[in-house]
């Protein structure tokens, strides 16, 4: 059973940094792309951000480029969402999340979700 | 980046009734895209991908069609769990975007 779990959110002030985690377990996780998601308070989920199973590729949304950063640990099965120069609108519940391929797809599992909250 | 506009932005409708949401893409995706739903505190759920596969587990009711830039999200027979919000995705390219989301609810 594919299984996500999220973690490393909390409360950070503007300008902060926070590192996300989110261990995956039950597929072979350095064959698939994982992504980062996120969810503002009462609004529509944002793609942030995504990794190739072998590390090698990422992209970003621009709202959040040359501040977060992704990276993946395949002995450890667990994906990262570096966050750097937090801001208000960095206030969202991040999902982590496993695509169905090796490249850009469809996303087939999703983590809980975990929130993170900016403050001026 | 590839903008992507669902319509309408909430859809009021009764048990049984068939229901249709659209997805418009800025530009040609071809057929990369997907629909998910999600109900109130939870993570989003996989329906349809590849504008018209179902995935594995959700109900026939459901159905996807079209490609290039106008695509639609089919519930042929609302039943009580599907009122939710339904988002629409495209991963034409790396950099993926959502829809706004068009929430179904009780008419």
């Known amino acids: 059973e594919v299984q996500l779990l999220d973690s490393g959110g909390g409360l950070v002030q503007s300008g902060g940094s926070l590192r996300l985690s989110c261990a995956a377990s039950g597929f072979t996780f350095s064959t698939y792309v994982m992504s980062w998601v996120r969810q503002a308070p009462g609004k529509g989920l944002e793609w942030v951000s995504a990794i190739s199973g072998s590390g090698s590729s990422t992209s970003y949304a621009d709202s959040v480029k040359g501040r977060f950063t992704i990276s993946r640990d395949s002995s450890k099965n667990t994906v990262y969402l570096q966050m750097s120069s937090l801001r208000g609108e960095d206030t969202a519940v991040y999902y982590c999340?496993?695509?169905?391929?090796?490249?850009?797809?469809?996303?087939?599992?999703w983590g809980q979700g975990t929130l993170v909250t900016v403050s001026s | 980046d590839i903008q992507m506009t669902q319509s309408p932005s909430t859809l009021s409708a009764s048990v049984g009734d068939r229901v249709t949401i659209t997805c418009r893409a800025s530009?040609?995706?071809?057929?990369?895209l997907a629909w998910y739903q999600q109900k109130p505190g939870k993570a989003p759920k996989l329906v349809i991908y590849k504008a018209s596969s179902l995935e594995s587990g959700v109900p026939s009711r459901f159905s996807g069609s079209g490609s290039g830039t106008e695509f639609t999200l089919t519930i042929s027979s609302l039943q009580p769990d599907d009122f939710a919000t339904y988002y629409c995705q495209q991963y034409n390219s790396d950099y993926r975007t959502f829809g706004q989301g068009t929430k179904v609810e009780i008419k």
């Open positions: 999340a496993k695509e169905k391929g090796r490249t850009a797809t469809s996303i087939d599992y």
């Open positions: 530009q040609n995706i071809n057929s990369w």
